[in-house]
C-alpha cells in the first residue's frame, strides 16, 4: 500500500516537472544566431533571451558578453569569453571573424582583439578574463589570452585559480 502511494506521489512529481519544462521552453525562443550583420557591429543583447553559443546557457549578464561575427554576417552570442575562444577556434572562418567584447570600464561593445584582459575575475563560466577597453596593471592581450584558455590555464583550473588568487592578494597588499 505504501509503495503505491510513493509511486503516485513521485509520478505525479515528475509530471508537474515535464510540464513546466515543456510549458517554458515553448514560450522562451531563445535567440542562437541572428543572421545578415553585414555591418558587423555589436547587436544588443537582451538579458534572458540570448543564449550562449559554446554553453548553450542563458545569458543573464552583459559583463563577460562577446559576440562574434562571420564574414558572411552571422553572428553568435556568448557570456564567457573563454568560451568564445574555444568555440571560435573550432570555426573555419576564425581568422577572418569579427570579435566584439564588453569592456568592464567602459561599458561599451569593443574590438576583443584590442582589448586587455584581466585574468582573475569571477565569470559564468570561471575562465576569469575580463574585458578592458583602457589598459591596467597586469593585463593581457587577445592573443594572449586566446592560448590561455586554449591550454586551460584559467580560474577553471584549480591550480592556476590558486595561484591567481594568490598573486591578487599580494598585489592588494594582502599576505
Known amino acids: 500500500m505504501k509503495a503505491i502511494k510513493y509511486i503516485t506521489i513521485i509520478g505525479g512529481l515528475v509530471a508537474i516537472i515535464v510540464a513546466t519544462v515543456l510549458s517554458l521552453s515553448s514560450k522562451q525562443h531563445m535567440i542562437t544566431i541572428v543572421k545578415g550583420n553585414n555591418k558587423k557591429k ?47 577556434e573550432r570555426q573555419p572562418f576564425k581568422k577572418d571573424a569579427t570579435v566584439w567584447v564588453r569592456s568592464r570600464d567602459t561599458n561599451r561593445w569593443i574590438d576583443a582583439k584590442k582589448a586587455h584582459y584581466t585574468r582573475d575575475e569571477e565569470t559564468p563560466m570561471h575562465y576569469g578574463f ?15 589570452m586566446r592560448l590561455l584558455t586554449l591550454r586551460g590555464e584559467t580560474m577553471e583550473n584549480p591550480i592556476i585559480r590558486k595561484q591567481l588568487l594568490k598573486t591578487k592578494k599580494e598585489q592588494d597588499g594582502y599576505n
Request: glycine share 10%.
Open 130 to 144: 575580463g574585458a578592458y577597453e583602457k589598459a591596467k596593471q597586469n593585463t593581457i592581450t587577445f592573443e594572449q
Open 42 to 88: 555589436p547587436i544588443d543583447i537582451e538579458l534572458h533571451k540570448y543564449q550562449d553559443s559554446q554553453c548553450g546557457m542563458v545569458i543573464d549578464g552583459i559583463e563577460y558578453a562577446s559576440e562574434v561575427i562571420s564574414p558572411d554576417g552571422r553572428t553568435w552570442f556568448f557570456h564567457d569569453h573563454g568560451g568564445m575562444v574555444k568555440w571560435l
